[in-house]
């Protein structure tokens, strides 16, 4: 019997979200190379609302999760019937463990299709974004050669960095939600000051959460913020578990305009918002990659994750202004003072206000 097979390149991300983000880099380059749009096997609830109608994104494969044992996942099953249907075609494994790759091989896509990550190191110094540039150019067993379709100055043509696009319609949803919250004349800043393990409590938070910055020093940020921006509306970004957090910022600090939105906040909102925005304040954290893939210009603190590796890096290239701190002799976002963050934003070339009207 025929094997049908399909046209279109296939990546696989299990990532969290700013790992998703960082992986438009490698879409970008795919989609030049074969001239048609890149599925993608992925898992979590943030991929597909993300990903969804961004350029060179196909057919989005999603499951809740890749661990859980086949028979007990009916995402699992779903997916690979899905792939099965598609047929095998040449496939970009992108995970750095394997827990994805029974997938592949329940969907009859074996070896010869698959080029894997871990085959092909990160280089001393690389980018995130220039891995997943260099990752996308090297081809299969089944296509030693790129595809005819393609050509070296497609790629050369493509900016370095992540790219997240935002379209009319999701800006217009944006400017109602705005006009909802009476705030669609002023100015906007943002801040960013949670994480996905942010909301662990007590002891157990400080131990496992390496991008945790203590709430003292997020007030004293957040009442400089005010000072140096009187007219501006600032808005603590964050997920559903992350408004308690805001919360309590906002009765620690007192400022006024202070406007918690962590419990209205989905991924499309946030892309378009993030676009608006002047600027940011941020943890290292999904929301940075999405600003630098909109051209939103961010302060960062960094903890343990390595600035040379996931720095956020966009098409657009506004200012990033990294923050790492040390604690004895060793990264610690909790080396960084709130002197260094306010001394870092005052550096920070903001987004032209004027440039709002044209988006």
């Known amino acids: 019997m025929s094997v049908r097979h399909c046209e279109r390149p ?16 490698l879409i970008r380059v795919l ?22 109608g961004q350029p060179g994104v196909g057919e989005i494969f999603s ?51 698959i080029v894997d990550v871990k085959d092909h190191g990160l280089l001393p110094g690389e980018h995130a974004t220039e ?45 109602a939600w705005l006009r909802a919250r009476g705030l669609a004349e002023q100015p906007l800043l943002l801040m960013q000051i949670g994480n996905k393990r942010t909301m662990r409590r007590g002891l157990r938070r400080m131990a496992v959460n390496h991008k945790y910055w203590p709430l003292e020093r997020w007030s004293q940020f957040l ?24 919360r309590q910022l906002e009765a620690l600090a007192r400022v006024p305009g202070v406007h918690n939105v962590a419990d209205d906040m989905p991924i499309p909102r946030l892309i378009a918002l993030l676009e608006r925005a002047e600027g940011l304040v941020t943890v290292d954290s999904g929301p940075a990659h999405a600003a630098a893939g909109v051209g939103c210009p961010q302060v960062v603190l960094f903890g343990r994750a390595l600035p040379s590796l996931y720095r956020p890096s966009g098409t657009a290239g ?42």
């Open 318 to 359: 506004a200012d990033v202004q990294l923050l790492r701190g040390e604690m004895e002799g060793e990264p610690s976002m909790l080396g960084i003072d709130a002197g260094s963050v306010m001394a870092a934003w005052s550096k920070l070339k903001l987004r032209d206000a004027g440039s709002r009207a044209t988006q």
């Open 63 to 113: 499951m809740r999760s890749r661990k859980t044992p086949y028979w007990l996942n009916p995402d699992q099953r779903r997916v690979v019937r899905g792939l099965r249907a598609r047929g095998p075609s040449p496939t970009w494994f992108c995970d750095g463990d394997g827990a994805a790759r029974p997938i592949l091989e329940r969907s009859g896509i074996t070896g010869q299709y």
């Open 31 to 52: 989609y030049a190379e074969f001239r048609v749009p890149v599925d993608i096997v992925t898992s979590g609830p943030w991929s597909e609302p993300l990903l969804r």
């Open 131 to 175: 891995q997943w540039r260099r990752f996308a150019q090297i081809m299969p067993l089944v296509m030693p050669r790129p595809p005819a379709g393609g050509h070296r100055a497609d790629i050369d043509a493509i900016a370095p960095g992540c790219y997240l696009e935002v379209t009319q319609s999701r800006r217009m949803e944006l400017a």
């Open 10 to 25: 296939l990546a696989v991300r299990c990532g969290a979200f700013g790992d998703m983000v960082l992986l438009t880099a």
């Open 223 to 246: 009442q400089f913020l005010r000072q140096q921006h009187p007219r501006h509306a600032i808005l603590l970004l964050g997920t559903g578990p992350e408004f308690e957090l805001n």
